[in-house]
């Protein structure tokens, strides 16, 4: 999909470098939402597939496709797959439970009737005798004490109440790679159909998890790439496997916090953005970032600060899920979302650095080292990297340079996903030996580039084909 004819002339001090995903909901169930979130500062739009139906998704991608070519506008679209998430059944009226107690847990029990907690998951193949098992949030702890004929026994930890359909945590237990469950295969396909740029796993454990669904996705066909979610114990004893072979990884902070402390998650979201920047993995802070602008719309400073802080340590994307998708100000969220992040970019002084995150360099990273290097010893106004892949301008952000960098590529695909990484500005261009050379010379023209700008230019020898980046150009317009 070309659309570089149609693409807002925004001035290039004032590109984003830390991106935007919002999720989409009933309080954007509209192409005219869809289309102002874009315009307020959406890079990349989830889909929550453990809410909706295949039909309703589908509605909100085509809307999408439509609001991001009539605003010139790549953008990335993001299937979130629900996972393993383990609930209480439904029984009727709350459970009250006191430090001390026992009780029990099996699927599909009649709790009337059996005095059995109900399940939606058969887990008593999969715990063992010792381990957590957390209800509500983590508002009631347990330990499992027996597992026998499907029936899981509990000792409470501390008082609470219970009611139906709450969410279950395991921090200890090992699925073995058994993460992937019917509904995600099912809503996988359907998500190939719909031609989506990123497929999120949930209650990822191990980087087998991703060299499996990435299996899935190339048997059938699709494009994809991989966001890894980092919300378990497991995830985060394995995190820096998961983040080499993952294509994206999602600090994904509310169950990350049952699943391990609060206190550990500010501390795990650093080492995480740290660990992408070392892998080229590009990273996203999500979950409450904006949380009372659900219901109100201003947000708390400490919100402010959470934000800030996600931008200064160099994340990729900062995301928004209720706000956006359930809230009463979604446009609005997405505005001061914007704001503070162009705030922070322009009087931050603070540079940060991760230590140890330099593994053999290969040929392409070095070249894209030079060629920050040199845009930054000239005063560049831009970096333009031609790419088929979206590897170079990958590496190439993992500099995290404040020097704007454009991408241009003959790929749609390559242009929707590239438009949630840091510091790229993506363009769909055909295939051409002078695509770095019509691009700029077109954005000068419409003034994001200026007379005297001087301009770094990567490209390879062949257009089009991955892997052949060798060239360096400075160019003075």
Not at 286 to 294: E, F, G, K, R
Not at 384 to 395: D, H, I, M, R
Request: net charge positive; glycine share 6%.
């Amino acid at each position: 999909m070309d659309i570089t004819g149609r693409t807002p002339n925004v001035p290039i001090k004032d590109f984003k470098r830390t991106k935007i995903i919002v999720t989409v909901g009933p309080s954007t169930d509209s192409y005219k939402s869809v289309l102002a979130m874009l315009k307020a500062g959406a890079n990349g739009f989830r889909l929550n597939f453990s809410h909706g139906d295949h039909q309703s998704h589908a509605k909100f991608v085509k809307w999408i496709r439509k609001a991001s070519k009539e605003y010139g506008k790549p953008v990335a679209i993001i299937q979130d797959l629900q996972g393993p998430k383990i609930r209480v059944g439904d029984f009727d009226g709350i459970i009250n439970i006191r430090t001390g107690q026992s009780f029990r847990f099996k699927k599909g029990a009649d709790y009337l009737r059996d005095d059995i907690i109900p399940l939606q998951y058969d887990i008593s193949k999969k715990v063992k005798r010792g381990e957590q098992l957390l209800l509500f949030d983590g508002r009631i702890r347990t330990v499992i004490t027996s597992v026998k004929d499907g029936v899981v026994h509990v000792r409470a930890q501390n008082d609470g109440v219970l009611v139906k359909r709450k969410g279950i945590n395991l921090p200890d237990t090992d699925f073995k790679g058994d993460i992937i469950t019917k509904k995600d295969r099912s809503d996988i396909t359907a998500g190939v159909d719909m031609d989506l740029d990123y497929v999120a796993l949930s209650f990822v454990q191990h980087s087998s998890d991703i060299t499996k669904i990435r299996n899935i996705l190339k048997s059938l066909g699709s494009k994809a790439k991989v966001i890894a979610k980092i919300e378990t114990k497991s995830a985060v004893e394995n995190v820096e496997g998961i983040i080499e072979e993952a294509d994206m990884v999602m600090v994904a902070r509310g169950d990350l916090a049952i699943e391990t402390q609060p206190e550990s998650v500010p501390v795990m979201q650093r080492k995480i953005i740290g660990l992408g920047i070392k892998y080229d993995t590009p990273s996203i802070v999500a979950t409450q970032m904006l949380a009372s602008m659900t219901e109100v719309p201003e947000p708390t400073r400490a919100e402010v600060s959470d934000i800030a802080t996600a931008v200064v340590l160099g994340a990729d994307c900062v995301m928004l899920s209720d706000e956006t998708a359930s809230g009463k100000y979604p446009i609005q969220s997405v505005e001061i979302m914007k704001r503070v992040i162009l705030h922070v970019q322009r009087e931050n002084p603070v540079s940060v650095s991760f230590d140890n995150l330099n593994p053999e360099t290969p040929l392409s990273s070095a070249i894209c080292d030079v060629v920050i290097k040199l845009a930054n010893d000239l005063d560049a106004r831009a970096i333009v990297a031609e790419t088929q892949s979206g590897n170079t301008a990958l590496q190439i952000a993992a500099g995290r340079s404040d020097i704007p960098l454009i991408a241009v590529t003959a790929n749609s695909h390559t242009a929707q996903q590239l438009a949630v990484v840091y510091g790229v500005k993506s363009y769909n261009r055909p295939a051409d030996k002078l695509a770095a050379t019509k691009l700029t010379n077109w954005l000068h023209s419409n003034k994001v580039l200026k007379k005297h700008d001087i301009v770094v230019t990567v490209s390879g020898k062949y257009p089009g084909v991955v892997g052949t980046t060798d060239t360096i150009k400075v160019r003075v317009l």
